[in-house]
């Protein structure tokens, strides 16, 4: 406190007796007892009173130690007990949160993780994924402002995430990994990665990519083979020694049949190898049949319409045929989708027959098209178009949602040309992938539209030339397949025969054992509005057993979805029903078992060591636990340290001053009435 105010408060005590003096003994002849309980009652008031006025700032001081974090990131994936060393990874923990010494000296916290990290001390040892890096990012960024030591107990198996041997952490967090698991190397073969697609067309062949690795020093062969069922659809045999541990086999498979393929690839196992898991893998490719016939029909010879039917048939599984409208024979039923360009008079029993019998459609306009014809015969959209020929520049909608594309320089692209008009849609169900942007202001006109009608699909592109589009796209990519990937993606959709659906599901036709399996679903109402109150449930079978599950699929931003993880391998068959409704959907997929924690042997001493190594820290084996308690024992950087926290608090906020200058005047008040000199 300072001088000024004990200097104040000394003056204010000499006031205050002054005061009480002068009014109750200065002149005073009878000096009662009375007398001198008024005078120490003023005297109390008014000090108390004047020492609130003065509001002296009363200083206090805290200390408080403040230990460093230890942090024990344990390794809750499968591998541990694969490998045996669950009880052992158990006993470290249990001797480090008993030594006294190490709680005294640290804040011991616990956590755990596998794909993710998790707070506890509960280990279960079941999570399918291990991503130490991530583990140790989330540590180093939940502790980055406190002192800490960060113990990792881990195999080093790792099978998600980036490299974790190069994690670096920051100054003030140190990493020490403990090494759990057998550190030897045995002769071991390993299917290591099965590159395959997911899909493959009906009677194409598909591609298959095997990487297998060796662990050993002697010269060996071995025979890898690929079987469906019983039968052995290739084989090759593999010659692996100490310098030439790695082999990469590719092939082709058949796909003659449509659904989905399960298939076993394998590496024949050596004489008392240890771990046989890895030596075979399930795969998995579902057969779709996407050949799709597409007649593209003009009244007028185009450059546009070569340009379609070669960017059309790319894709091997599709055919166009270009015809005239004046052809005699035009069978449009024989196609999965038309393509009407730059219709006229002449196209009237096309259209009519387009619309009765619900075909598919696509259509594209230009200075040549009758639009007093087309405005006439169809209801989806009108247009007041002029005599005015008008160039029209792509913009794209970033919130097209029926499917995805890819934005392949649509700024870049030379206009399109048509008549100038105001479009107006009459049907909702069309969604522009495209805007136009015309002298330089970009509008919310259509200029490729979508649509998803329940009788059929339909597509628009108000303008011709899009052959001037094609050659950009080889300008600047020296090729036409970005282009020709994105009609095709509009192709596919408007081929389809899907119609649209009330309630829509959508799931995988397999899934691996150690991914995410989780079926989602849209329910619409009968005015196809999203209906965010419906209750949906799943209901599964597997089909060997005969066991059945019932889940409910819970509410997601737009979609109903349930997570189906803990589900054995196999095949299962499964109905979606909205609760109260007639409207169900029915499916099935295919759990292909595989395990990938249970592919390792040993514990990769090599990355914790480089992890160690790239920290400035010590590698710490299992029988040297005692070791690694007394290095952080001795280590200065881990000592407690004493904060102290000055606090200062004006006088006037001690409000039991307030109640005591109440008290006394209350009682002098009191008391005078007491006595009767009220």
């Not at 408007?494 to 959508?506: A, F, G, I, P, Q």
Request: hydrophobic share 40%; glycine share 4%.
């Amino acid at each position: 406190m300072e001088i000024s105010i004990i200097l104040f408060i000394a003056l204010a005590a000499i006031f205050a007796l002054g005061f009480a003096f002068f009014q109750y003994l200065f002149k005073s002849k009878r000096r009662t007892r009375n007398v001198y309980i008024f005078f120490a009652l003023r005297f109390l008031s008014v000090f108390v009173l004047l020492i609130l006025l003065i509001n002296p700032k009363i200083s206090s001081t805290n200390y408080e130690i403040v230990k460093p974090n230890l942090v024990l990131t344990v390794d809750d994936s499968q591998s541990i007990p694969h490998l045996g060393q669950a009880d052992t990874v158990r006993n470290i923990i249990q001797n480090i949160k008993q030594n006294e010494e190490i709680q005294e000296r640290f804040n011991v916290q616990q956590v755990r993780f596998g794909e993710k990290l998790s707070s506890g001390s509960d280990l279960e040892f079941n999570e399918p994924q291990t991503d130490i890096s991530a583990a140790l990012n989330q540590v180093d960024k939940l502790y980055r402002k406190e002192n800490t030591a960060v113990i990792l107990i881990s195999d080093g198996n790792q099978s998600l995430g980036r490299d974790f041997q190069y994690f670096k952490a920051r100054d003030n967090v140190e990493v020490f990994p403990v090494v759990v698991g057998d550190t030897a190397q045995y002769a071991d073969l390993q299917l290591s990665n099965l590159n395959v697609n997911r899909y493959a067309f009906l009677n194409n062949r598909f591609p298959v990519e095997a990487i297998i690795n060796y662990t050993g020093e002697e010269n060996i062969s071995a025979n890898f083979v690929i079987r469906s069922g019983e039968n052995v659809l290739y084989s090759e045999e593999v010659e692996f020694s100490e310098a030439q541990n790695s082999a990469i086999i590719g092939t082709t498979l058949p796909a003659s049949q449509l659904g989905v393929l399960t298939y076993e690839a394998e590496i024949v196992q050596l004489e008392n190898e240890k771990n046989k898991i890895n030596n075979a893998e399930k795969f998995a490719v579902e057969v779709i049949d996407e050949r799709t016939n597409v007649l593209i029909l003009s009244a007028i010879a185009h450059p546009d319409l070569g340009a379609l039917k070669k960017s059309i048939e790319s894709n091997e599984q599709r055919e166009a045929t270009i015809q005239y409208i004046d052809s005699k024979n035009v069978e449009i039923q024989d196609f999965q989708l038309i393509i009407l360009y730059q219709p006229n008079n002449n196209f009237k029993m096309v259209i009519d027959e387009i619309q009765q019998e619900n075909i598919n459609y696509f259509l594209i306009t230009g200075t040549k098209t009758d639009w007093n014809f087309l405005n006439s015969n169809q209801e989806q959209f009108q247009k007041d178009a002029s005599f005015q020929d008008q160039d029209i520049f792509p913009v794209v909608n970033e919130n097209f949602s029926k499917f995805q594309f890819e934005d392949i320089g649509f700024e870049n692209f030379p206009p399109l040309q048509d008549v100038f008009g105001i479009i107006e849609f009459s049907d909702n169900s069309f969604t522009s992938l495209l805007f136009q942007q015309i002298e330089g202001i970009a509008t919310e006109q259509p200029f490729l539209a979508i649509s998803d009608g329940n009788s059929s699909r339909q597509g628009v592109l108000f303008g011709e030339n899009i052959w001037k589009w094609r050659s950009q796209s080889y300008l600047e990519n020296g090729n036409f397949r970005q282009f020709d990937d994105f009609l095709g993606k509009i192709i596919q959709n408007l081929s389809s025969k899907k119609r649209r659906d009330r309630l829509t599901v959508d799931y995988e036709s397999f899934y691996y054992g150690n991914s995410a399996i989780s079926v989602s679903a849209q329910y619409f109402d009968e005015n196809y509005q999203f209906d965010p109150r419906a209750n949906i449930t799943i209901q599964l079978t597997h089909q060997e057993t005969g066991e059945n599950i019932e889940a409910p699929l819970l509410l997601r931003n737009n979609l109903y979805e349930v997570d189906l993880g803990n589900l054995e391998a196999g095949e299962y068959s499964f109905k979606v029903q909205p609760e109260n409704s007639t409207i169900s959907e029915n499916g099935s997929f295919t759990i292909i078992d595989f395990n990938v924690e249970q592919q390792f042997i040993s514990a990769d001493v090599g990355k914790l060591q480089f992890l160690a190594e790239n920290n400035e820290a010590t590698l710490y084996f299992t029988d040297l636990t005692q070791n690694l308690i007394s290095d952080l024992l001795q280590d200065k950087r881990y000592l407690p340290v004493q904060k102290s926290r000055e606090k200062t608090v004006p006088l006037i906020d001690w409000y039991f001053l307030l109640f005591l200058l109440v008290l006394l005047l209350a009682a002098e008040w009191f008391y005078r009435k007491y006595t009767g000199l009220i």
